[in-house]
């Protein structure tokens, strides 16, 4: 099985334990998983970049220039959903989860679906 690098939309401090910053384009810190043959082999986290550099697509490209293979959010706009399907990093909705743990185990267990545009926002307007 190859490795997943999975980026998690955090409250501060970020982390395992950490809430999940439910919007993915306004967190202030993601939380970095990685995964190989079904297990967490490391984490770390991610400070985010804020949308004036280059938009709702600014972290898109961040998160792919980091390595980034998935996303586990709550909640993003249809253009960052559309850039992470070009930069090929799946999505998943994980707006059920109350803590990137959480979000992690569902995502390993296979119960997460992957994002569709009937559950974006309207946009970075917010």
Same mark, same amino acid.
């Given at each position: 099985m190859s490795k997943t690098v999975l980026a998690i939309p955090s409250e501060?401090?970020?982390?395992?334990? @950490?809430?999940?910053g439910m919007h993915f384009g306004h967190c202030a810190i993601?939380?970095?998983?990685?995964?190989? *043959?079904? %297990? $967490?082999?490391?984490q770390s986290t991610l400070a %985010? $970049?804020?949308h004036q550099q280059g938009g709702?697509? %600014?972290?898109v490209q961040?998160? @792919?220039?980091?390595?980034v293979t998935a996303l586990l959010a709550g909640g993003m706009g249809m253009r960052p959903l559309a850039g992470f399907n070009q930069m090929n990093?799946? #999505?998943?909705? @994980?707006? *059920?989860? @109350?803590? $990137?743990?959480?979000? #992690?185990?569902a995502f390993l267990q296979n119960k997460l679906n992957r994002f569709n545009l009937d559950q974006t926002c309207g946009g970075c307007e917010h």
């Open positions: 501060l401090p970020g982390g395992m334990d @950490a809430g999940m993601y939380t970095i998983v990685e995964i190989e *043959n079904g %297990a $967490v082999t490391a %985010a $970049v804020p709702c697509l %600014a972290p961040y998160l @792919a220039g980091h390595g990093i799946e #999505v998943f909705f @994980a707006g *059920n989860c @109350a803590t $990137v743990g959480q979000a #992690v185990e």
